[in-house]
């Protein structure tokens, strides 16, 4: 290829492939100094394309159209991994008060009811926000809302790691809820826009995935870590990443392929037409998912499945371990990790399973009921051997993970236009399981205390939190039953 430009010489851009060619014109201002680039031609610049566009930005000169990269292409796996990255970063912020128990409530002088509304408070703006993120992301796009996501999520961690009073801590952790917010529905949206629709359980399945093995990290690793530096290094090295994470999603990301081709001031130009005509299809598609008795049955069996693993593996399965077998902070978070594992695992594997047989409802009544049979094993068995437990904590992971065949049944069953709105209050319901479920835990063992207090903190006998695990039981049951009620054939509007 010969060379265009007087300043360029063939050879000196290394490490460029040969797959596409294009012309950028770059005006670079400096104080006292104005040259203008013009005409450089590069070899293969997919992957670089988010810098050219931050360049293109910059220039008072045109700049002409780029192919977009392929569906499922290497530029397509940066994009959504910073997504799904993203999502485990909020689901380890999820899970972090389950081995910090002792801290705060010695910090915060607070008992089980209102810990449990301490961490449930990450919950509720998630769950609020949930609904209309759906069509925030088609009206603003995933980057502008994740990265600003992200940076709230990062300020709530530096607010929540220098609390001294509970009410900084409720602040702290509200933000941290608001910025986790859009991390599983932005990875979605990606997914849906820049891979095939036939890999789209398989996405939702290794985002959750890479969310459990974020829940693993948030166990074992970081009760280590707090032993050694305290729970207020952990939250504030959490704000950092946060920050760091924003930062390479504003300048990696794109919302669909065609804006790699384009400045993204320029795509969101293009977008901002319509954003009142997308606000109303928004609010119409709203109506129409929340009066569906299908898309409440489906939001119930998500979130009872959802629910056991937020309320165990997010709170007080560590501290149930501790004292029921007399394990250290570290060990209980270890063992408890496995029902992360077991999500983890199961999570991709269930969703490209239901993409090969097409065969959802199945899978999701065989999960939802073996959850149901390991937990009345744990309540109900007396001295239950701890290897048995391991198993069923396993057990338990294992079929729970399978609930992301719930968002590819919205896929299946909701007219096309339904599904944002359908999949929100999906995933709003359960994150909503979380927020109900720790703090009632959190009563249930308050209720039956009987004033033992150690190193600050309050005692609860084994006998009390497998009383207060009925309510995850009973969770479980309701979903089992409505399970059994899910449609799989495809919905039409005129029959919601």
């Known amino acids: 290829m010969g060379n265009c430009c007087p300043i360029c010489q063939p050879g000196q851009i290394a490490g460029f492939d040969a797959e596409i060619q294009c012309r950028v014109s770059l005006r670079v201002f ?3 100094f104005r040259s203008q680039i013009t005409g450089i031609t590069m070899a293969g610049l997919v992957n670089w394309m988010p810098l050219l566009n931050g360049f293109s930005s910059m220039s008072s000169g045109t700049s002409e159209h780029v192919s977009a990269p392929r569906l499922g292409g290497p530029y397509a796996w940066l994009v959504w991994s910073l997504a799904a990255i993203a999502f485990g970063y909020a689901f380890f912020h999820r899970v972090t008060p389950s081995v910090m128990v002792s801290d705060l409530m010695t910090e915060f002088a607070i008992g089980g009811a209102m810990l449990g509304t301490l961490s449930a408070l990450y919950f509720y703006p998630y769950v609020l926000l949930q609904v209309p993120l759906g069509g925030m992301l088609e009206v603003f796009g995933t980057r502008r809302l994740l990265s600003v996501a992200l940076l709230l999520a990062g300020i709530g961690s530096f607010l929540f790691g220098t609390a001294h009073s ?18 599983f529905l932005g990875s979605l949206a990606l997914a849906s826009k820049w891979f095939p629709a036939n890999r789209f359980a398989f996405l939702a399945g290794l985002a959750m995935f890479i969310a459990m093995a974020s829940g693993m990290a948030a166990q074992a690793p970081l009760a280590f870590f707090i032993d050694l530096y305290g729970w207020r290094s952990s939250l504030l090295a959490l704000g950092i990443f946060g920050f760091v994470l924003a930062a390479l999603v504003f300048l990696f990301v794109r919302n669909a392929p065609a804006e790699s081709a384009v400045p993204p001031d320029a795509a969101a130009d293009a977008v901002s037409p319509s954003a009142s005509a997308r606000w109303s299809d928004l609010f119409a598609s709203l109506r129409l ?44 978070a270890l063992y408890m990790s496995l029902l992360l594992l077991g999500w983890a695992i199961s999570s991709p594997t ?54 992301p065949a719930s968002f590819a049944l919205v896929r299946d069953v909701m007219p096309t236009r339904l599904v944002g709105a359908t999949t929100g209050i999906v995933n709003s319901m359960t994150v909503a399981s979380g927020a109900i479920l720790q703090p009632l835990v959190g009563l249930a063992l308050d209720l039956s205390w009987d004033g033992t207090i150690m190193d600050g903190a309050r005692h609860y006998a084994a006998a009390d939190y497998r009383i207060a695990f009925l309510l995850v039981l009973a969770s479980l049951v309701i979903g089992l039953l409505t399970a059994f009620s899910l449609r799989e054939t495809p919905l039409e509007d005129g029959t919601l």
């Not at 959802?306 to 060990?331: C, F, K, Q």
């Open 289 to 332: 998912a929340m009066v569906s008795a299908d898309v409440w049955k489906m939001a119930i069996v998500a979130a009872t499945m959802a629910g056991p693993m937020l309320a165990l593996g997010g709170l007080w399965g560590t501290p149930y371990l501790m004292v029921a077998y007399d394990l250290t902070r570290t060990e209980a």
């Open 350 to 403: 269930s969703g490209w399973l239901s993409d090969r047989i097409g065969q959802r409802k199945l899978i999701l009544v065989w999960g939802s009921g073996l959850m149901s049979v390991m937990m009345t094993i744990i309540i109900f068995v007396p001295q239950l051997p701890f290897a048995v437990t391991v198993i069923c904590l396993v057990m338990m992971g294992l079929s729970g993970g399978v609930m």
């Open 30 to 32: 400096t104080t006292g």
């Open 166 to 183: 509970l009410e900084v801590a409720y602040l702290g952790r509200i933000l941290i809820g608001i910025g986790s917010s859009v991390g």
